[in-house]
């Protein structure tokens, strides 16, 4: 078992540009989940798909950001017109529910820097 | 915010010394997740425990869970040098726990 995969461990985007981030969540799991961690804010829940389906987007920002699970395999976070401040750790984790506090497997995350 | 603000920060301990880890939460919950964060990686869950449980021990850790006074610790017994990392306690906001809330995290150098 790989754990959640994500692509790029890295990425440097120029201000303006968009930056597509890329989860592969844990093979089975019905959950996936997306949060961003920065050093001022901690870790913040951003969004999550059960089934593939968005279920609860209320960590969005309004703008620029959006999230798809066009299959069971795997989830993306597209970020329009990225801002200095969007600079931050993306964590994707999946669960094999979304209930009863099943444990949520994270992955290792995409360092998102904006210039 | 969820949290209180006595949280500590970082802690710096030697190898072998016992250490206890605290948060406190403003909003009522019915569980606290301990969770452990490495460089480079991401959160894992450590402990699970709830609120009629008081106490839950798994290895060399021990959580406690006090509900009238809204708190809960997390004991290392003996740590070792691979316990070095960030530790967080985590709620879930009340949504029955798909939504992961954390606390700011100590750093347990």
């Known amino acids: 078992n790989a754990g959640v995969i994500q692509t790029p461990r890295h990425k440097v985007t120029g201000k303006g540009q968009e930056a597509t981030l890329w989860c592969e969540p844990i093979?089975?799991?019905?959950?996936v989940f997306w949060y961003r961690q920065t050093i001022v804010q901690g870790l913040e829940f951003l969004t999550y798909?059960?089934?593939?389906?968005?279920?609860?987007d209320s960590g969005m920002p309004k703008e620029r950001f959006s999230a798809q699970m066009p299959n069971q395999s795997h989830s993306t976070l597209k970020i329009q017109s990225t801002q200095p401040q969007d600079s931050a750790v993306y964590l994707c984790?999946?669960?094999?529910?979304?209930?009863?506090?099943?444990?949520?497997?994270f992955g290792p995350g995409t360092r998102l820097t904006v210039l | 915010s969820q949290w209180g603000e006595e949280n500590l920060q970082a802690l710096s301990i030697q190898e072998g010394e016992d250490v206890t880890m605290n948060c406190s939460y403003k909003?009522?919950?019915?569980?606290v997740q301990w969770y452990r964060q490495k460089s480079g990686k991401g959160p894992a869950q450590l402990i699970l425990?709830?609120?009629?449980?008081r106490e839950k021990r798994s290895g060399r850790l021990r959580a406690t869970l006090d509900t009238s006074s809204q708190s809960s610790s997390l004991s290392i017994t003996g740590t070792l040098a691979t316990d070095t990392a960030v530790y967080f306690c985590?709620?879930?906001?009340?949504?029955?726990?798909?939504?992961?809330?954390f606390g700011s995290g100590t750093r347990l150098l």
């Open positions: 984790a999946s669960s094999s529910r979304d209930w009863g506090y099943a444990e949520q497997f």
């Open positions: 093979s089975g799991h019905s959950a």
């Open positions: 798909f059960r089934n593939q389906a968005p279920i609860d």
């Open positions: 909003t009522y919950t019915t569980v």
């Open positions: 425990i709830r609120s009629n449980e």
């Open positions: 985590a709620t879930d906001a009340g949504t029955g726990g798909y939504k992961v809330v």
